[in-house]
């Protein structure tokens, strides 16, 4: 018997003379998910959308819903500025969610730089990717939820 039906103590009404307190359990486990939330994120040969980028842009994802993006960045030092960029666009505004930059100078080695992010993508939104001329960024994109957060499976 349920404690509300009498099968708490005998001679105590549950609804009448106890206080309840609920506890929410809000691990991993309890949302179904046997994987630690690093894991949850992982790429696999099913899920993982590769892209390299030197010298155009791409637009590398445009579905809705939470994406990591996972790559590097490399740019030769040349006598003027160079970017790579990872930005968000909805057609109207873009933002640079991700930016290297090689302010110029002396021509000399490359620089590098690694990136790991999670974008969230609205209806009508894309992430595209601008590779530099004399530069490349290459990298991964995986979707980890869809739009209203629910989490996509490995």
């Given amino acids: 018997?349920?404690?509300?039906?009498?099968?708490?103590?005998p001679?105590?009404?549950?609804?009448?003379?106890?206080?309840?307190?609920?506890?929410?359990?809000?691990?991993?486990?309890?949302?179904?998910?046997?994987?630690?939330?690093?894991?949850?994120?992982?790429?696999t040969l099913v899920n993982a959308n590769t892209f390299a980028v030197s010298g155009t842009?791409?637009?590398?994802?445009?579905t809705t819903g939470f994406w990591r993006v996972f790559?590097?960045?490399?740019?030769?030092?040349?006598?003027s500025q160079r970017n790579n960029t990872v930005d968000i666009k909805d057609g109207a505004t873009t933002k640079s969610v991700y930016r290297h930059t090689s302010q110029g100078g002396t021509a000399g080695p490359y620089l590098s730089d690694s990136f790991d992010f999670i974008c969230k993508l609205e209806a009508g939104?894309?992430?595209?990717?601008?590779?530099?001329?004399?530069?490349m960024i290459a990298g991964a994109i995986r979707q980890v939820a869809d739009i209203d957060g629910?989490?996509?499976?490995?």
């Fill in 1 to 9: 018997m349920l404690p509300s039906q009498g099968g708490f103590q």
């Fill in 57 to 62: 842009s791409t637009v590398v994802i445009n």
């Fill in 71 to 79: 790559g590097t960045s490399t740019l030769l030092i040349t006598g």
């Fill in 125 to 135: 939104d894309n992430i595209t990717v601008v590779g530099s001329i004399g530069g």
């Fill in 150 to 154: 629910n989490l996509v499976n490995p």
């Fill in 11 to 43: 001679g105590v009404d549950l609804s009448a003379s106890t206080q309840i307190i609920p506890i929410v359990d809000l691990t991993e486990s309890a949302e179904g998910s046997n994987l630690r939330v690093d894991l949850q994120t992982a790429f």
